[in-house]
Protein backbone atom coordinates (compact mmCIF):
# COMPACT_ATOMS: atom_id res chain seq x y z
CA UNK A 1 0.00 0.00 0.00
CA UNK A 2 0.98 3.61 -0.89
CA UNK A 3 0.67 6.09 2.35
CA UNK A 4 0.96 9.84 2.58
CA UNK A 5 1.16 10.89 6.06
CA UNK A 6 -0.14 14.61 6.08
CA UNK A 7 1.29 16.87 9.23
CA UNK A 8 -1.44 19.44 9.87
CA UNK A 9 -0.35 23.04 9.87
CA UNK A 10 -0.22 24.40 13.26
CA UNK A 11 -0.53 28.30 13.29
CA UNK A 12 -3.13 29.92 11.63
CA UNK A 13 -1.26 31.08 8.47
CA UNK A 14 -1.09 30.28 4.86
CA UNK A 15 2.39 31.40 4.88
CA UNK A 16 5.23 28.82 5.41
CA UNK A 17 5.91 28.54 8.93
CA UNK A 18 8.59 27.16 10.74
CA UNK A 19 8.53 27.92 14.52
CA UNK A 20 6.09 25.37 15.41
CA UNK A 21 5.72 22.62 17.95
CA UNK A 22 7.11 19.39 16.33
CA UNK A 23 4.53 16.54 16.28
CA UNK A 24 6.29 13.52 18.02
CA UNK A 25 3.21 11.25 17.97
CA UNK A 26 3.05 11.39 14.43
CA UNK A 27 6.95 10.92 14.23
CA UNK A 28 6.71 7.48 16.06
CA UNK A 29 4.37 6.66 14.06
CA UNK A 30 5.98 7.17 10.85
CA UNK A 31 9.02 4.84 12.51
CA UNK A 32 6.38 2.51 13.19
CA UNK A 33 5.12 2.42 9.65
CA UNK A 34 8.75 2.19 8.14
CA UNK A 35 9.91 -0.46 10.41
CA UNK A 36 6.99 -2.59 9.11
CA UNK A 37 7.88 -2.23 6.06
CA UNK A 38 5.26 0.23 4.87
CA UNK A 39 5.76 3.00 1.78
CA UNK A 40 5.36 6.27 3.11
CA UNK A 41 5.49 9.77 1.93
CA UNK A 42 5.19 13.04 3.66
CA UNK A 43 3.41 16.47 3.58
CA UNK A 44 4.52 18.84 6.38
CA UNK A 45 1.70 21.96 5.69
CA UNK A 46 3.66 23.89 7.88
CA UNK A 47 6.62 24.31 5.63
CA UNK A 48 4.38 25.08 1.89
CA UNK A 49 2.73 28.51 1.41
CA UNK A 50 -0.45 27.77 -0.03
CA UNK A 51 -4.27 26.62 1.17
CA UNK A 52 -4.04 23.63 2.69
CA UNK A 53 -6.97 22.22 0.27
CA UNK A 54 -4.59 22.74 -2.33
CA UNK A 55 -1.39 21.99 -1.32
CA UNK A 56 -3.37 18.08 -0.53
CA UNK A 57 -4.89 18.22 -4.23
CA UNK A 58 -1.65 18.39 -5.16
CA UNK A 59 0.01 15.87 -3.62
CA UNK A 60 -2.58 13.36 -4.60
CA UNK A 61 -2.04 14.47 -7.97
CA UNK A 62 1.64 12.99 -7.83
CA UNK A 63 0.93 9.44 -7.05
CA UNK A 64 -2.06 7.39 -6.79
CA UNK A 65 -2.15 6.65 -2.62
CA UNK A 66 -4.33 4.02 -0.58
CA UNK A 67 -4.09 5.57 2.61
CA UNK A 68 -4.06 9.31 4.18
CA UNK A 69 -2.88 9.97 7.83
CA UNK A 70 -3.19 12.78 9.96
CA UNK A 71 -3.97 13.54 13.18
CA UNK A 72 -3.36 16.52 15.46
CA UNK A 73 -1.22 16.96 18.72
CA UNK A 74 -3.66 19.47 20.03
CA UNK A 75 -7.65 20.43 19.36
CA UNK A 76 -7.24 21.46 15.32
CA UNK A 77 -10.41 20.49 14.50
CA UNK A 78 -10.55 23.12 11.36
CA UNK A 79 -7.11 22.02 9.15
CA UNK A 80 -8.03 18.60 9.93
CA UNK A 81 -11.15 18.75 8.01
CA UNK A 82 -9.43 20.78 5.25
CA UNK A 83 -7.46 17.84 4.89
CA UNK A 84 -10.05 15.51 5.12
CA UNK A 85 -12.08 17.32 2.78
CA UNK A 86 -9.19 17.71 0.31
CA UNK A 87 -8.87 13.64 0.09
CA UNK A 88 -12.36 13.02 -0.34
CA UNK A 89 -12.77 15.47 -3.38
CA UNK A 90 -9.98 14.15 -5.18
CA UNK A 91 -10.38 11.54 -7.68
CA UNK A 92 -8.26 8.83 -6.66
CA UNK A 93 -10.21 8.92 -3.44
CA UNK A 94 -7.52 7.22 -0.52
CA UNK A 95 -8.94 6.17 2.70
CA UNK A 96 -7.93 8.35 5.52
CA UNK A 97 -7.04 7.59 9.28
CA UNK A 98 -7.01 10.13 11.94
CA UNK A 99 -6.04 10.26 15.28
CA UNK A 100 -4.67 12.72 18.22
CA UNK A 101 -6.13 13.96 21.13
CA UNK A 102 -9.24 15.45 20.05
CA UNK A 103 -10.31 12.02 18.15
CA UNK A 104 -8.97 10.12 21.38
CA UNK A 105 -11.51 12.70 23.32
CA UNK A 106 -14.34 12.55 21.54
CA UNK A 107 -14.28 9.48 19.10
CA UNK A 108 -18.06 9.39 18.23
CA UNK A 109 -18.24 12.81 17.64
CA UNK A 110 -15.42 13.05 15.14
CA UNK A 111 -16.42 10.39 13.88
CA UNK A 112 -19.64 11.68 13.01
CA UNK A 113 -18.60 14.98 12.15
CA UNK A 114 -15.04 14.50 10.12
CA UNK A 115 -16.03 11.16 8.74
CA UNK A 116 -12.70 9.54 8.36
CA UNK A 117 -12.57 5.94 7.14
CA UNK A 118 -10.43 5.09 10.44
CA UNK A 119 -9.96 6.25 13.98
CA UNK A 120 -6.54 5.38 16.13
CA UNK A 121 -7.71 6.00 19.46
CA UNK A 122 -5.04 6.47 22.43
CA UNK A 123 -1.91 5.42 21.35
CA UNK A 124 -1.55 4.72 18.05
CA UNK A 125 1.99 3.18 17.46
CA UNK A 126 0.81 -0.58 17.89
CA UNK A 127 -2.49 -0.25 16.35
CA UNK A 128 -1.72 1.65 12.96
CA UNK A 129 0.22 -1.45 12.27
CA UNK A 130 -2.19 -4.02 13.24
CA UNK A 131 -4.83 -1.50 11.16
CA UNK A 132 -2.83 -1.39 8.20
CA UNK A 133 -2.32 -5.07 7.74
CA UNK A 134 -6.08 -5.69 8.49
CA UNK A 135 -7.17 -3.05 5.76
CA UNK A 136 -4.85 -4.62 3.19
CA UNK A 137 -5.19 -8.57 4.19
CA UNK A 138 -9.25 -7.78 4.60
CA UNK A 139 -9.38 -8.87 7.86
CA UNK A 140 -11.33 -8.65 10.82
CA UNK A 141 -11.29 -4.73 11.85
CA UNK A 142 -13.13 -6.08 14.68
CA UNK A 143 -9.94 -7.62 16.13
CA UNK A 144 -8.01 -4.40 15.68
CA UNK A 145 -7.79 -2.96 19.51
CA UNK A 146 -8.24 0.91 20.07
CA UNK A 147 -10.22 1.72 16.65
CA UNK A 148 -13.25 3.67 15.41
CA UNK A 149 -15.14 3.16 12.18
CA UNK A 150 -18.42 2.39 10.45
CA UNK A 151 -20.30 -0.62 9.52
CA UNK A 152 -23.44 -0.30 7.43
CA UNK A 153 -23.98 3.33 8.77
CA UNK A 154 -23.25 2.60 12.48
CA UNK A 155 -20.38 3.78 14.61
CA UNK A 156 -18.01 0.82 15.68
CA UNK A 157 -15.48 1.06 18.63
CA UNK A 158 -13.32 -1.62 19.13
CA UNK A 159 -12.10 -2.41 22.97
CA UNK A 160 -9.49 0.13 24.22
CA UNK A 161 -5.68 -0.74 23.08
CA UNK A 162 -3.41 -1.61 26.46
CA UNK A 163 -0.84 1.03 26.92
CA UNK A 164 2.94 0.86 25.79
CA UNK A 165 4.50 -0.73 29.23
CA UNK A 166 7.94 -0.84 27.68
CA UNK A 167 8.46 2.85 26.31
CA UNK A 168 11.95 2.09 25.32
CA UNK A 169 11.22 -0.83 22.96
CA UNK A 170 10.03 1.90 20.72
CA UNK A 171 12.21 3.12 17.92
CA UNK A 172 13.18 6.73 18.06
CA UNK A 173 10.48 8.92 16.37
CA UNK A 174 11.11 9.54 12.71
CA UNK A 175 11.82 13.03 11.48
CA UNK A 176 13.53 12.83 8.08
CA UNK A 177 10.28 12.61 6.02
CA UNK A 178 8.66 15.94 7.91
CA UNK A 179 11.66 17.99 6.85
CA UNK A 180 13.31 18.32 10.58
CA UNK A 181 16.52 20.14 9.13
CA UNK A 182 14.47 22.10 7.04
CA UNK A 183 12.63 23.08 10.40
CA UNK A 184 15.54 23.89 12.11
CA UNK A 185 17.88 25.51 9.02
CA UNK A 186 14.67 28.31 9.42
CA UNK A 187 13.77 28.58 13.01
CA UNK A 188 13.99 32.26 14.64
CA UNK A 189 14.56 33.00 18.41
CA UNK A 190 10.92 33.33 18.68
CA UNK A 191 10.91 30.51 21.86
CA UNK A 192 10.45 31.28 24.96
CA UNK A 193 12.66 28.56 26.15
CA UNK A 194 16.08 29.68 25.72
CA UNK A 195 17.15 32.93 24.15
CA UNK A 196 19.02 31.19 21.47
CA UNK A 197 19.79 33.63 18.31
CA UNK A 198 19.31 30.39 16.05
CA UNK A 199 17.82 27.90 17.97
CA UNK A 200 17.95 23.92 16.61
CA UNK A 201 15.91 22.54 19.68
CA UNK A 202 14.72 18.60 19.48
CA UNK A 203 11.57 17.58 21.08
CA UNK A 204 11.84 14.63 22.64
CA UNK A 205 9.42 12.34 25.34
CA UNK A 206 11.06 10.76 27.83
CA UNK A 207 7.64 9.58 29.97
CA UNK A 208 4.20 9.21 28.78
CA UNK A 209 0.90 10.05 30.59
CA UNK A 210 0.98 11.71 33.94
CA UNK A 211 0.06 10.93 37.82
CA UNK A 212 -2.21 13.62 38.89
CA UNK A 213 -5.85 14.34 37.47
CA UNK A 214 -6.44 17.71 37.37
CA UNK A 215 -9.93 18.37 36.14
CA UNK A 216 -8.93 21.40 33.54
CA UNK A 217 -6.32 18.73 31.85
CA UNK A 218 -7.88 16.44 28.73
CA UNK A 219 -6.09 13.14 29.61
CA UNK A 220 -5.54 11.59 25.92
CA UNK A 221 -3.30 9.29 26.65
CA UNK A 222 -3.89 6.38 29.32
CA UNK A 223 -2.40 3.79 31.49
CA UNK A 224 -0.63 5.78 33.93
CA UNK A 225 2.76 7.09 34.43
CA UNK A 226 5.36 5.47 32.37
CA UNK A 227 8.97 6.59 32.50
CA UNK A 228 11.96 5.61 30.23
CA UNK A 229 14.79 4.41 31.59
CA UNK A 230 17.76 7.74 31.29
CA UNK A 231 20.35 5.06 29.82
CA UNK A 232 17.70 5.13 26.28
CA UNK A 233 16.73 8.87 26.59
CA UNK A 234 20.45 9.96 26.85
CA UNK A 235 21.20 7.70 23.70
CA UNK A 236 18.71 9.50 21.87
CA UNK A 237 19.86 13.49 22.92
CA UNK A 238 23.31 11.65 21.56
CA UNK A 239 22.19 10.74 18.28
CA UNK A 240 20.05 13.90 17.96
CA UNK A 241 22.88 16.35 18.86
CA UNK A 242 25.17 14.42 16.10
CA UNK A 243 23.21 13.88 13.33
CA UNK A 244 21.05 17.28 13.83
CA UNK A 245 23.78 19.58 15.39
CA UNK A 246 21.07 20.36 18.17
CA UNK A 247 21.90 22.81 20.22
CA UNK A 248 18.35 22.69 22.56
CA UNK A 249 16.59 20.64 24.00
CA UNK A 250 12.48 20.88 24.81
CA UNK A 251 11.23 17.98 26.80
CA UNK A 252 7.41 17.21 26.04
CA UNK A 253 6.58 15.55 29.26
CA UNK A 254 3.56 16.88 30.96
CA UNK A 255 5.81 16.19 33.73
CA UNK A 256 9.18 15.13 33.41
CA UNK A 257 9.51 13.00 36.54
CA UNK A 258 8.72 13.17 40.24
CA UNK A 259 11.68 11.14 41.48
CA UNK A 260 14.69 13.65 42.04
CA UNK A 261 16.99 10.65 41.71
CA UNK A 262 15.84 10.13 37.86
CA UNK A 263 16.38 14.38 37.94
CA UNK A 264 19.48 14.32 39.41
CA UNK A 265 20.60 11.35 37.39
CA UNK A 266 19.33 13.40 33.98
CA UNK A 267 21.50 16.50 35.45
CA UNK A 268 24.61 14.89 35.86
CA UNK A 269 24.48 12.77 32.33
CA UNK A 270 23.80 15.34 30.17
CA UNK A 271 26.26 17.63 31.76
CA UNK A 272 28.67 15.17 30.62
CA UNK A 273 27.24 14.78 27.42
CA UNK A 274 27.56 17.90 26.18
CA UNK A 275 30.60 18.71 27.79
CA UNK A 276 32.65 18.49 25.05
CA UNK A 277 29.68 19.92 22.19
CA UNK A 278 31.50 22.91 20.45
CA UNK A 279 28.06 25.54 21.01
CA UNK A 280 26.35 26.56 23.81
CA UNK A 281 23.80 23.78 25.02
CA UNK A 282 20.10 24.46 26.38
CA UNK A 283 16.88 22.26 27.99
CA UNK A 284 13.85 23.17 29.31
CA UNK A 285 11.18 20.36 31.15
CA UNK A 286 8.02 20.25 33.02
CA UNK A 287 8.26 19.78 36.45
CA UNK A 288 5.89 19.68 39.62
CA UNK A 289 6.18 22.61 42.14
CA UNK A 290 6.14 20.26 45.02
CA UNK A 291 9.62 19.13 44.49
CA UNK A 292 11.27 22.47 44.01
CA UNK A 293 14.02 23.03 46.37
CA UNK A 294 16.86 25.40 46.47
CA UNK A 295 19.54 22.15 45.23
CA UNK A 296 17.26 20.85 42.72
CA UNK A 297 17.07 24.47 40.92
CA UNK A 298 20.74 24.85 41.24
CA UNK A 299 20.98 21.68 39.74
CA UNK A 300 18.98 22.13 37.09
CA UNK A 301 20.64 25.54 36.16
CA UNK A 302 24.37 23.93 36.26
CA UNK A 303 22.79 21.58 33.99
CA UNK A 304 22.10 24.19 31.53
CA UNK A 305 18.71 24.69 31.76
CA UNK A 306 17.40 27.52 31.16
CA UNK A 307 13.23 27.04 32.14
CA UNK A 308 10.90 25.38 33.60
CA UNK A 309 7.49 24.82 33.25
CA UNK A 310 5.33 24.88 36.75
CA UNK A 311 1.38 23.83 37.05
CA UNK A 312 0.80 26.83 39.27
CA UNK A 313 -3.03 27.52 38.01
CA UNK A 314 -4.11 29.23 41.26
CA UNK A 315 -3.25 30.51 44.65
CA UNK A 316 -5.95 29.80 46.32
CA UNK A 317 -5.99 26.55 48.79
CA UNK A 318 -9.61 25.92 47.69
CA UNK A 319 -9.24 26.46 44.59
CA UNK A 320 -6.12 23.78 44.19
CA UNK A 321 -8.24 21.21 45.87
CA UNK A 322 -10.97 22.16 43.74
CA UNK A 323 -8.74 21.39 40.59
CA UNK A 324 -7.22 18.22 42.22
CA UNK A 325 -4.22 19.72 42.25
CA UNK A 326 -2.10 18.24 44.86
CA UNK A 327 0.59 21.29 45.88
CA UNK A 328 -0.15 24.38 48.53
CA UNK A 329 0.38 28.10 48.01
CA UNK A 330 3.43 27.66 49.80
CA UNK A 331 5.00 25.25 47.43
CA UNK A 332 3.91 27.80 44.61
CA UNK A 333 6.16 30.62 46.36
CA UNK A 334 8.96 28.36 46.79
CA UNK A 335 8.89 27.35 43.27
CA UNK A 336 9.13 31.00 41.80
CA UNK A 337 11.35 32.24 44.82
CA UNK A 338 14.33 29.79 44.47
CA UNK A 339 14.08 29.93 40.49
CA UNK A 340 14.18 33.39 40.37
CA UNK A 341 17.18 33.52 42.46
CA UNK A 342 18.48 30.47 40.80
CA UNK A 343 18.27 32.55 37.45
CA UNK A 344 16.24 30.05 35.79
CA UNK A 345 13.23 31.41 33.78
CA UNK A 346 9.62 30.22 34.65
CA UNK A 347 6.73 29.16 32.52
CA UNK A 348 3.30 28.66 34.05
CA UNK A 349 -0.11 30.11 34.40
CA UNK A 350 -2.51 31.31 36.62
CA UNK A 351 -6.01 30.33 35.55
CA UNK A 352 -9.12 32.06 36.98
CA UNK A 353 -12.88 30.55 36.68
CA UNK A 354 -13.06 26.78 38.51
CA UNK A 355 -15.75 25.76 39.95
CA UNK A 356 -15.20 26.54 43.42
CA UNK A 357 -13.99 30.44 42.17
CA UNK A 358 -15.11 33.27 44.13
CA UNK A 359 -14.26 37.07 43.87
CA UNK A 360 -11.83 36.50 47.17
CA UNK A 361 -9.93 33.48 46.00
CA UNK A 362 -10.11 35.02 42.34
CA UNK A 363 -8.44 38.21 44.18
CA UNK A 364 -6.03 36.15 46.29
CA UNK A 365 -4.32 35.06 43.41
CA UNK A 366 -4.31 38.17 41.46
CA UNK A 367 -2.88 40.01 44.70
CA UNK A 368 -0.32 37.31 45.06
CA UNK A 369 0.68 37.93 41.32
CA UNK A 370 0.91 41.77 41.21
CA UNK A 371 2.97 41.27 44.55
CA UNK A 372 5.66 38.74 43.69
CA UNK A 373 5.63 37.13 39.77
CA UNK A 374 7.30 40.13 38.44
CA UNK A 375 5.41 39.79 35.01
CA UNK A 376 6.84 36.24 34.90
CA UNK A 377 3.67 34.56 34.95
CA UNK A 378 0.98 34.57 32.04
CA UNK A 379 -2.77 35.01 33.80
CA UNK A 380 -5.65 33.56 31.83
CA UNK A 381 -9.01 31.29 32.37
CA UNK A 382 -9.74 28.01 32.77
CA UNK A 383 -10.43 26.29 28.93
CA UNK A 384 -12.99 24.16 28.83
CA UNK A 385 -10.78 21.21 26.52
CA UNK A 386 -13.02 18.13 25.45
CA UNK A 387 -11.62 14.76 27.73
CA UNK A 388 -11.44 16.99 30.72
CA UNK A 389 -13.43 16.97 33.86
CA UNK A 390 -14.45 21.08 33.56
CA UNK A 391 -15.62 20.69 29.83
CA UNK A 392 -17.83 17.11 31.41
CA UNK A 393 -19.13 19.38 33.69
CA UNK A 394 -19.93 22.33 31.23
CA UNK A 395 -22.03 19.49 29.73
CA UNK A 396 -23.81 18.84 32.51
CA UNK A 397 -24.18 22.97 33.31
CA UNK A 398 -25.65 23.21 30.03
CA UNK A 399 -22.66 25.78 29.03
CA UNK A 400 -22.01 24.18 26.40
CA UNK A 401 -24.97 22.82 24.24
CA UNK A 402 -23.79 22.08 20.80
CA UNK A 403 -19.97 20.29 21.40
CA UNK A 404 -19.45 20.08 17.97
CA UNK A 405 -20.11 23.77 17.58
CA UNK A 406 -18.08 24.72 20.58
CA UNK A 407 -15.02 22.45 19.14
CA UNK A 408 -15.33 23.78 15.58
CA UNK A 409 -15.98 27.53 16.57
CA UNK A 410 -15.02 28.36 20.02
CA UNK A 411 -12.20 26.19 21.63
CA UNK A 412 -9.09 27.77 19.07
CA UNK A 413 -10.23 31.40 21.32
CA UNK A 414 -9.76 32.34 24.53
CA UNK A 415 -13.48 31.58 26.46
CA UNK A 416 -14.30 33.12 29.49
CA UNK A 417 -17.14 31.30 30.44
CA UNK A 418 -18.65 31.40 33.93
CA UNK A 419 -18.08 27.63 35.13
CA UNK A 420 -18.11 28.84 38.81
CA UNK A 421 -20.62 28.14 41.29
CA UNK A 422 -20.31 31.06 43.48
CA UNK A 423 -20.23 34.20 40.73
CA UNK A 424 -22.23 35.93 39.09
CA UNK A 425 -21.47 36.51 35.27
CA UNK A 426 -21.02 40.33 36.11
CA UNK A 427 -18.46 39.22 38.42
CA UNK A 428 -17.09 36.88 35.99
CA UNK A 429 -16.64 39.81 33.54
CA UNK A 430 -15.28 41.92 36.13
CA UNK A 431 -12.65 39.98 36.90
CA UNK A 432 -11.86 39.30 33.27
CA UNK A 433 -11.15 42.65 33.10
CA UNK A 434 -9.27 42.86 36.10
CA UNK A 435 -6.93 40.36 34.57
CA UNK A 436 -6.77 42.69 31.53
CA UNK A 437 -5.73 45.44 33.71
CA UNK A 438 -3.03 43.52 35.24
CA UNK A 439 -1.26 41.91 31.88
CA UNK A 440 -1.01 45.77 30.60
CA UNK A 441 0.12 47.14 33.93
CA UNK A 442 2.53 44.75 35.74
CA UNK A 443 3.83 43.08 32.74
CA UNK A 444 7.24 44.78 31.04
CA UNK A 445 7.09 46.36 27.83
CA UNK A 446 10.14 47.85 26.49
CA UNK A 447 10.91 49.56 23.01
CA UNK A 448 13.84 48.44 21.07
CA UNK A 449 17.37 50.75 21.17
CA UNK A 450 18.14 49.63 18.09
CA UNK A 451 16.41 47.42 15.15
CA UNK A 452 18.34 46.65 12.34
CA UNK A 453 16.92 44.51 9.21
CA UNK A 454 19.37 41.50 8.40
CA UNK A 455 17.58 39.61 6.31
CA UNK A 456 13.51 39.42 4.49
CA UNK A 457 11.39 39.61 7.76
CA UNK A 458 14.45 39.23 9.85
CA UNK A 459 15.79 41.66 12.22
CA UNK A 460 18.21 41.64 15.33
CA UNK A 461 16.72 43.85 18.38
CA UNK A 462 19.17 45.93 20.88
CA UNK A 463 17.26 46.85 23.78
CA UNK A 464 18.45 46.57 27.89
CA UNK A 465 16.92 43.90 30.44
CA UNK A 466 14.20 46.31 33.09
CA UNK A 467 15.08 43.76 35.65
CA UNK A 468 19.54 43.46 35.63
CA UNK A 469 19.74 46.43 33.14
CA UNK A 470 22.34 44.08 31.23
CA UNK A 471 22.53 45.17 27.27
CA UNK A 472 20.93 42.17 25.16
CA UNK A 473 20.94 42.01 21.41
CA UNK A 474 18.57 39.63 19.91
CA UNK A 475 19.16 38.43 16.29
CA UNK A 476 17.53 36.36 13.65
CA UNK A 477 14.07 37.50 14.88
CA UNK A 478 10.87 37.67 12.80
CA UNK A 479 8.72 40.43 12.63
CA UNK A 480 6.39 40.22 9.87
CA UNK A 481 4.95 44.22 10.61
CA UNK A 482 7.69 46.25 11.54
CA UNK A 483 5.29 48.90 12.77
CA UNK A 484 3.31 46.53 15.01
CA UNK A 485 5.04 44.21 16.81
CA UNK A 486 5.46 42.42 19.96
CA UNK A 487 7.90 39.62 20.97
CA UNK A 488 8.54 37.68 23.77
CA UNK A 489 12.21 37.86 25.40
CA UNK A 490 14.40 36.14 28.27
CA UNK A 491 17.29 38.03 29.56
CA UNK A 492 20.35 36.22 27.97
CA UNK A 493 21.69 36.93 31.59
CA UNK A 494 19.11 36.72 34.46
CA UNK A 495 16.64 34.48 32.31
CA UNK A 496 13.78 37.05 33.35
CA UNK A 497 11.03 37.65 30.64
CA UNK A 498 9.62 40.66 28.80
CA UNK A 499 8.14 41.68 26.02
CA UNK A 500 9.65 43.83 22.95
CA UNK A 501 7.39 45.65 21.35
CA UNK A 502 7.00 48.78 18.65
CA UNK A 503 6.69 52.17 19.76
CA UNK A 504 3.00 52.00 18.32
CA UNK A 505 2.16 48.56 20.56
CA UNK A 506 3.34 50.30 23.84
CA UNK A 507 1.28 53.27 22.47
CA UNK A 508 -1.60 51.28 22.10
CA UNK A 509 -0.75 49.48 25.97
CA UNK A 510 -0.57 53.23 27.39
CA UNK A 511 -3.55 54.92 25.43
CA UNK A 512 -5.81 51.67 27.15
CA UNK A 513 -4.36 52.36 30.66
CA UNK A 514 -4.58 55.98 30.77
CA UNK A 515 -7.92 55.38 29.51
CA UNK A 516 -8.81 53.17 32.18
CA UNK A 517 -7.58 55.63 34.52
CA UNK A 518 -9.90 58.54 33.51
CA UNK A 519 -12.78 55.91 33.27
CA UNK A 520 -12.19 55.26 37.24
CA UNK A 521 -11.22 59.20 38.69
CA UNK A 522 -14.84 59.83 36.03
CA UNK A 523 -16.70 57.41 38.09
CA UNK A 524 -14.94 58.48 41.25
CA UNK A 525 -16.10 61.84 40.84
CA UNK A 526 -19.87 60.66 39.49
CA UNK A 527 -20.24 58.70 42.82
CA UNK A 528 -18.78 61.43 44.86
CA UNK A 529 -21.11 64.29 43.58
CA UNK A 530 -24.32 61.87 43.94
CA UNK A 531 -23.57 61.15 47.53
CA UNK A 532 -23.19 64.76 48.22
CA UNK A 533 -26.54 65.08 46.38
CA UNK A 534 -28.06 62.45 48.19
Known sequence: MQILLVIPRYNLTNEAEYNYDFPLGLGYISSLMKKAGCSV???????????????????????????????????????????????????????????????????????????????????GEQTIIELLNAIKNNTDLKK???????????????????PIKDLDSLPYPDFEGFEFEKKLDNSTSESIYGELDNPRTYPILASRGCPFHCTFCYHSLTGGYRQRTIGAVMKEIEVAIKKWKINSLDIYDDLFS??????????????????????????????????????????????????????FESYSPEVLKSMKKPITPEMIDRAIRLSMEAGIGIQG??????????????KKTLDYWKANCKGQIQLG???????????????????????????????????????????????????????LDARKKYVHYIIPSKLNKTAKKRYSMHASCPFCGAPVVYNNCLINNIFYYVKLKSCKKCNMRFFIVSPLYKFTVRYYQELDFLRRHYLFLRDTILKKRI
Not at 64 to 85: M, N, P
Not at 144 to 162: A, L, M, N
Not at 351 to 362: H, N, P, Y
Not at 427 to 435: P, Q, R, S, W
Request: proline share 3%; hydrophobic share 35%; with cysteine.
Open 41 to 123: DYLNLNHYSGAVKKLVSNQLDRKKYDIVCSGHLGIGYAVIEKIIQAVREHISKPRVIIGGCLVTSEPELMLNALKPDFEVIGE
Open 144 to 162: VDGIGFKEKGKSVFTKPRK
Open 258 to 311: LDKKRIYEFCRRLKKLVKNVPWEFKWTCQLSVAGADKKLLQTLKDSGCSVVSFG
Open 349 to 362: NFIFGDVAETRETA
Open 381 to 435: FIQPYPGSAIYKLCIEKGIIRDKLDFIKNRISHTNWINMTDKMTDKEVLDLKKAI
